[in-house]
């Protein structure tokens, strides 16, 4: 059977070999030359379907070595189902095999599978080598699950390869790809003579590479820490200890450039690229631009993009990014506008400016343009439009949205079920967003703080208390299921409280009239967490003092702003405006000489004449309402943007607060090519 396979070989694919490959071969016996036509390049760029047809139809598959060398090359090109094909027709299959086919599950669409052939094998008595577990962690990888991760690592540890160099850097790959950087740093910290060793790397491509992957790796895990300076640090240590960058090297160290938002140390990495002659390289300037546009240095970026010979769709990306970044939705949507082609990120990019920018209806009209371009979004479209859909309370679109992810079988994720709870939640479906929350079977931080939040905006404030107490209890249980108190644990991450959670359980101490708790709440944040008390905490705690007659105690919490919190950031602000049913009982002269105050130091922040339009409405003073909005009309600080919106078919506008109502029919007239008509004149003849 082998035989009549060389045969085959030799006489189908052999002649062409000799011509198009190299002529030295000719030189070398028969056998040396089919081995090197089966291994050739040529081969399984031209040939690949004719050898498949050679070796199924004469069931010469069976034979290991040419069903191993298949199932090489359906690994190379991502053919799963080939691949297990070939994997079931050998007779006896060896670890060699089953290598292959978890590298062709790293590299499909099923990771989480590759990770079960591989528990699989080991049950039939195949066991691991070095070269199993690169793609096996490269399936942890892909499937972002530290859990299974974690149990990889220890079947790496469990078969003696976890002083393996390759399999070192593999998971530092995982672990970072999972976001557990701290163990990704750990790894690489224990690595041996890291700077010095050398040697084969199973999961790369195949051939030798230098130490270079594990620096890289580790660069990039320092990119997603807290730590980012330290990621420049190692290049510089890499570079003392003989080790030279590659094109995979500058991406990792620019984005820790990008993360400590320092120009100086990035023009410093910039000289670097530049030194190595990798500044043409286009990843590497998209890098570049990503990079100074996060430092604030939004016209270098600008420079780099417009020196760069060459643009791919990431480089348009990366620039329109960096303008979204510092503000700048003009120039990034003139850009957008300009791009040669456009893919999701593209979209996404322009949908995640104008909801920052506190835009939500345009990123609805976005969303509709992206879908007529024939564009399908991503996880990340579909949490920016639940969030407009959540700040302009249009819940029928939110809803739709819902049940189009629940009929396509969307993988819901935690991110998701996250965006549709603080949707419905803002919407005033509080008992949607329960019924969402009750359902998950894991839940971070920002699903806690949503649903609690949610109870307090809607009138629940003992609900979101209560949900509060649930939190703790939870946390209390897994840090004594790990023998630890109030720690992150072996990858796992315990949910923590954080400020957010604190206005949220503040508030409803507020809402509720729980003076002693609010007050304990108060000191629990500060004290047993850490947590440094802002704007809003300091706020609503007034608020409740105010409300409980305790004015001067009120007074003195307040004028505890200007003394601890230095920098008073348009988020803490923001919160402090939401809340604005918490009001100042009965005197409203505390609230209004803390909002004049602050604009005062902020005289451009908007959210500073929201506050203070916010404590005239609640005491019904219309007219110094007013003078406030001509006031932001004097200092050019922007409009205040209102809740009301018109609900047309095919556009979604936000109406400014003083827009007057000649400016809302004039848009009404623009967007439906009609006669509009005047809300309040149909409402009067109706009820007469």
Not at 116 to 126: D, N, Q, V
């Amino acid at each position: 059977m082998a035989r009549a396979l060389i045969r085959d070989i030799s006489c189908l694919f052999l002649p062409a070999f000799r011509c198009n490959y190299s002529s030295s071969t000719n030189n070398l016996p028969l056998s040396h030359q089919i081995l090197t036509c089966i291994n050739s390049q040529w081969l399984k760029k031209n040939k690949i379907k004719e050898l498949y047809a050679v070796l199924i139809t004469s069931d010469r598959v069976k034979i290991p070595f040419f069903g191993c060398k298949l199932l090489k090359f359906s690994s190379q090109f991502g053919d799963l189902r080939d691949a297990l094909w070939v994997f079931h027709s050998i007779d006896f299959p060896n670890i060699v095999c089953v290598n292959n086919v978890i590298k062709a599950y790293a590299g499909s669409i099923f990771p989480l599978e590759g990770v079960r052939f591989y528990f699989e094998t080991l049950k039939s008595g195949i066991f691991p080598n070095s070269y199993t577990f690169p793609p096996l962690l490269n399936c942890c990888a892909k499937e972002g699950s530290s859990r299974i991760g974690e149990m990889c690592h220890g079947q790496v540890i469990k078969n003696g390869f976890d002083g393996v160099v390759q399999i070192q850097s593999s998971l530092i790959h995982m672990y970072d790809c999972c976001g557990i950087n701290e163990v990704a740093l750990k790894v690489f910290d224990v690595m041996p003579e890291r700077d010095l060793v050398s040697c084969s790397d199973g999961f790369v491509n195949d051939g030798d590479f230098s130490n270079i992957v594990y620096f890289n790796n580790a660069i990039k895990a320092y990119s997603g820490s807290i730590l980012p300076l330290k990621g420049v640090r190692i290049y510089f240590e890499m570079l003392k200890s003989g080790v030279f960058p590659n094109s995979y090297t500058f991406p990792p160290l620019l984005n820790c450039c990008a993360k400590e938002g320092s120009s100086r140390i990035g023009e410093m990495c910039h000289g670097q690229v530049i030194k190595n002659g990798f500044d043409g390289v286009m990843h590497i300037q998209s890098s570049l631009i990503n990079m100074y546009a996060c430092c604030g240095v939004i016209d270098v970026a600008l420079k780099v993009f417009d020196l760069m010979l060459e643009r791919d769709v990431v480089s348009w990306n990366s620039i329109c990014d960096g303008f979204v970044k510092v503000g700048n939705l003009r120039n990034a949507h003139n850009l957008f506008d300009s791009m040669p082609e456009r893919n999701v990120v593209s979209w996404n990019i322009m949908m995640t400016g104008y909801l920052e920018r506190l835009n939500p209806g345009y990123v609805l009209i976005l969303c509709r343009q992206m879908i007529e371009s024939g564009i399908l979004g991503n996880d990340t479209t579909m949490v920016n439009v639940l969030a407009a859909c959540g700040r302009s309370a249009r819940w029928k679109e939110g809803a739709s949205i819902h049940g189009f992810l629940v009929r396509r079988l969307w993988n819901l994720s935690l991110i998701m079920n996250t965006a549709l709870i603080d949707m419905y939640s803002k919407c005033k479906k509080v008992e949607v967003a329960r019924s969402i929350f009750d359902g998950l079977l894991q839940r971070n931080l920002v699903c806690w703080n949503s649903m609690i939040l949610g109870h307090c905006l809607n009138g629940n404030p003992n609900d979101g208390l209560h949900l509060f107490e649930d939190m703790m209890y939870k946390m209390k249980l897994d840090s004594e299921a790990e023998g630890q108190r109030y720690v992150h644990v072996g990858g796992r991450h315990q949910v923590l409280p954080d400020e957010i959670t604190y206005v949220g359980v503040i508030c409803a101490c507020t809402r509720a009239g729980l003076l002693e708790e609010g007050r304990f709440y108060f000191d629990q944040m500060e004290n047993l967490f850490g947590i440094k008390p802002n704007f809003a905490h300091y706020w609503c705690m007034a608020n409740l003092l105010a409300s409980k007659g305790l004015v001067q105690e009120a007074l003195a919490t307040v004028k505890k702003v200007n003394e601890f919190v230095v920098d008073v950031s348009s988020e803490s602000l923001l919160w402090a405006s939401l809340f604005g049913s918490c009001r100042f009982q009965g005197d409203s002269s505390i609230a209004e000489q803390v909002a004049k105050t602050l604009i005062e130091l902020e005289p451009q922040n908007t959210m500073c004449y929201a506050l203070l339009l916010n404590i005239y409405a609640a005491a019904g003073r219309w007219e110094d309402a007013d003078e406030v909005k001509e006031l932001m009309y004097k200092r050019e600080a922007g409009k205040v943007y209102g809740g009301s919106l018109v609900d047309l078919i095919e556009i979604v506008h936000n109406f400014r607060l003083g827009d007057g109502k000649e400016y809302a029919v004039e848009i009404a007239k623009l967007v439906i090519g009609g006669e509009a008509v005047d809300v309040q004149e149909s409402k009067t003849e109706s009820q007469t």
